[in-house]
């Protein structure tokens, strides 16, 4: 057993919950594009019945088909543009901000995150989560091929905290590309599993398997204890 002195947190769907984020970026689009896409309550409406069919990752394409649009390639591109640019309205779960005040005291707290740059800035904005943790690490920034499962944002915080990767442990939804890199580097990996995880279905690869799994952040300061 081992004391836990870092406990760092993954952002999208473990901190908040990713789904809101895509819907907010759905009414941002049906907004700035409303001249090709009609009445932007409509259109917004239709996006999320597109998100919970089979036509997940051809939304924006399906929105054009139905409206004929034909330049659709270059249209698409500014509607992905959109969408990943625009300031969103998102909240914590109610846990989440809960968890992060409790744990403050008693742990360096962070953060690191895959995604594009803009995108991940704007909701740790929005989020507000820099003030309540120690360190914020955003993988692009560092380069895309830093992404997860690449091993150097785990170093860098680390580095940054002050703490061994024995003290650190990792708190994340997505097993397909997690825990890969903390397990590697000896953090204790934590899954968080929620019914309406975007990523829960995905499977984990070789190394890649968490070592505790829980089905809400209100359990976390219990198993940091018992870890100790
Ligand atoms: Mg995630």
């Avoid at 019945?49 to 034909?70: K, Q």
């Avoid at 779960?93 to 594009?116: H, N, Q, T």
């Amino acid at each position: 057993m081992r004391p836990i002195h870092a406990v760092i947190f993954d952002l999208d769907d473990t901190l908040y919950a990713e789904k809101t984020y895509t819907f907010s970026g759905y009414r941002a689009v049906a907004q700035a594009h409303a001249d090709i896409l009609g009445d932007a309550d409509k259109a917004f409406r239709r996006m999320c019945e597109l998100f919970d069919s089979p036509n997940r990752a051809r939304v924006f394409n399906v929105m054009l088909e139905e409206v004929g649009h034909h330049d659709a390639e270059n249209t698409i591109m500014k509607m992905v543009e959109t969408f990943r640019n625009h300031p969103p309205t998102i909240e914590l779960y109610p846990e989440a901000a809960a968890v992060l005040k409790a744990l403050r005291p008693d742990y360096k707290l962070g953060i690191i995150s895959d995604g594009f740059l803009v995108a991940q800035q704007n909701k740790v904005a929005s989020l507000q989560v820099d003030s309540k943790v120690d360190e914020v690490v955003l993988t692009d920034a560092l380069g895309r091929e830093f992404w997860k499962p690449h091993h150097r944002a785990f170093e860098l915080i680390a580095d940054k905290l002050q703490v061994s990767h024995e003290a650190c442990t990792y708190i994340a939804d997505n097993l397909a590309k997690d825990f890969v890199a903390p397990n590697a580097l000896g953090w204790t990996s934590i899954h968080i599993d929620r019914p309406d995880g975007i990523h829960r279905a995905n499977p984990a690869p070789s190394g890649g398997h968490p070592a505790h799994e829980i089905t809400s952040l209100a359990k976390l300061p219990e198993l940091l204890l018992n870890l100790a």
